[in-house]
T-cell receptor
């Protein structure tokens, strides 16, 4: 069964304290791995797509990396406005529908 | 550029009533999706559509009906609402579906009493 597990569930950081969020996946052939940011009361906002092991994507203080079993979202020198829930999702080759399988998310709080 | 909108944003209904959640996108994306988000379950796919008049079931379709007569609209109907359908519902769209990212609407918070 295709599955996505994110850790930790919650993370508290001081402003400027770098860290990483983990997304472990089990899927019958990875078509793509997606990172989203979700603010309270809003829909998920697309951040990155990764397709193959070794691929990296960057956007401001965020950097996403991918291996054959997991993905990391590295947050460098975070600011309070980076506080949000970060969702990881995978799309499997077994799906011809574009279906995304989501993890439970990591809720990040950055304190000033 | 409105993107993807959902209405209503909040809805309270009674058990047994029919309720329709609306989704509209201005990008002319072919693919559209409905998800529900619940604590402990994350986001789960209810229905999806690859194009106008083409729809199919996702992971949790029971109790829901969809239609897509126009590319830009993808309404979700709860035929007879139950308390277990209390949730936050998100509509999403994608230009090409398979292998590509989806863009989400702001969500509808539905409470069934």
């Amino acid at each position: 069964e295709d599955q996505v597990t994110q850790s930790p569930e919650a993370l508290r950081l001081q402003e400027g304290e770098s860290s990483s969020l983990n997304c472990s996946y089990t899927v019958s052939g990875l078509r793509g791995l997606f990172w989203y940011r979700q603010d309270p009361g809003k829909g998920p906002e697309f951040l990155f797509t990764l397709y193959s092991a070794g691929e990296e994507k960057e956007k401001e203080r965020l950097k996403a990396t991918l291996t054959k079993k997991e993905s990391f979202l590295h947050i460098t020198a975070p600011k309070p406005e980076d506080s949000a829930t970060y969702l990881c999702a995978v799309q499997a080759y077994s799906s011809n529908t574009g279906k995304l399988i989501f993890g439970q998310g990591t809720t990040l709080q950055v304190k000033p | 550029d409105a993107g993807i909108t959902q209405s209503p944003r909040y809805k309270i209904t009674e058990t047994g009533r029919q309720v329709t959640l609306m989704c509209h996108q201005t990008w002319s994306h072919s693919y559209m999706f409905w998800y529900r988000q619940d604590l402990g379950h994350g986001l789960r796919l209810i229905y999806y559509s690859a194009a106008a008049d083409i729809t199919d079931k996702g992971e949790v379709p029971d109790g829901y009906v969809v239609s897509r007569s126009k590319t830009e609209n993808f309404p979700l109907t709860l035929e007879s609402a139950t308390r277990s359908q209390t949730s936050v519902y998100f509509c999403a769209s994608s230009p090409r579906g398979v292998g590509y990212e989806q863009y989400f609407g702001p969500g509808t918070r539905l409470t069934v009493t």
